[in-house]
């Protein structure tokens, strides 16, 4: 079993930066994809952010040039950078991994974080 934790999440105004952390623990054995989602109330989840085990990354059109994602292997971990923060980032923050959790089979398997609040006031 893989348990994602998230922390990093808050207040802040608008023009501000946060930044999101997101730890595995479990039965890890290796971590291909690490993502981050986010939600607002009413919308569909979308994703925000995406890097791979070779460091190839993918941004929501919205957030490029504003958020960075960044991954450390050893720490199991993926973070966000969240700079020049607007209104309209406020939402639930989410990260999802892509995990294989046995040397035995290259089987992998998605497992979500709980989430985080980010609220940007204006």
């Known amino acids: 079993q893989v348990q994602l934790v998230e922390s990093g999440g808050g207040l802040v105004q608008a023009g501000g930066s946060l930044r999101l952390s997101c730890a595995a623990s479990g039965s890890i054995v290796s971590i291909r994809v690490m993502e981050w989602y986010r939600q607002a109330p009413g919308k569909q989840r979308e994703l925000v952010a995406s890097?791979?085990?070779?460091?190839?990354?993918i941004y929501a059109d919205s957030v490029k040039g504003r958020f960075t994602i960044s991954r450390d292997n050893a720490k199991n971990t993926v973070y966000l950078q969240m700079n020049s923060l607007k209104s309209e980032d406020t939402a639930v923050y989410y990260c999802?991994?892509?995990?294989?959790?046995?040397?035995?089979?290259?089987?992998?398997?998605?497992?979500w974080g709980q989430g985080t609040q980010v609220t940007v006031s204006s």
């Open positions: 890097i791979t085990s070779g460091g190839t990354t």
């Open positions: 999802r991994m892509e995990v294989r959790t046995s040397i035995a089979t290259m089987n992998e398997y998605q497992y």
